[in-house]
């Protein structure tokens, strides 16, 4: 079943310049698609059209079958490029926020996660390391049982071991039928983790997409270097 289909989708900051331009994809359950592409070709658009945060122009998005609306956003878990939250927080304050806002939230999980990187919950957001920020957000929307997970850069700014630990939370905390979108500049980093690709074009349509396994047997080489090789011409 696909758990997100994009029909036809349109959507301009700016009158007739289209980010997204009669725009198609259609992802199955159970993957990890990496959504690549230059600066400026639409991937944090997607992201938040998908979540709901912004509204097409025209077009269709279905999540799991469900047009974005309520039903939709309760089964996306969103972690934007930027933080949303207030420095002034202490973690445990997200805890609650999250566990009363969101029904799938698993507090259980949540303090795993947290015990396990020695990470005080009553340390307020402003005391951390930047890479320890980007762990606990990501904590926060992993540890919800959502159906999308939209992971808009999740790894950038980080020192490598901070993306290591990252990409492991990313894979062993995923279910069967649930599937993850990341977007990132960092595609050797990532391409570990991910089963399929997008590569989108500056114009917000889709150069190529496939399996990275054919990209590697068929092709011989990494998707870092297909990407390249795509891109290298593309303007």
Known sequence: M???????????????????????????G??????????????STLMKLISGLLVPDGGEILVAGEPVG???????SFLPERTYFNSQQKISELLDFFADFYEDFDLERANNLLKILDIDKTARLKTLSKGTKEKVQLILVMSRRARLYLLDEPIAGVDPAAREYILGT????????????????????????????????????ILE???????RDKM????????KEVFRYVR
């Open 70 to 76: 309520d039903k939709s956003k309760a089964l996306v």
């Open 170 to 205: 990313i894979v062993d905390n995923y279910s069967d039928d649930s599937t993850i979108i990341i977007t990132t500049h960092l595609i050797s980093d990532v391409e570990q983790v991910l089963d399929d690709y997008v590569f989108l074009s500056g114009d917000g349509k």
């Open 2 to 28: 696909s758990i997100l289909e994009c029909k036809g989708l349109k959507k301009a900051y700016k009158k007739g310049k289209y980010v997204l331009d009669d725009f198609n994809l259609n992802i199955e």
């Open 209 to 215: 997409e496939g399996s990275v396994e054919d990209v």
């Open 30 to 43: 159970g993957k990890i698609v990496g959504l690549l592409g230059p600066n400026g070709c639409g991937k």
């Open 220 to 227: 011989g080489m990494s998707l870092d270097e297909r990407f």
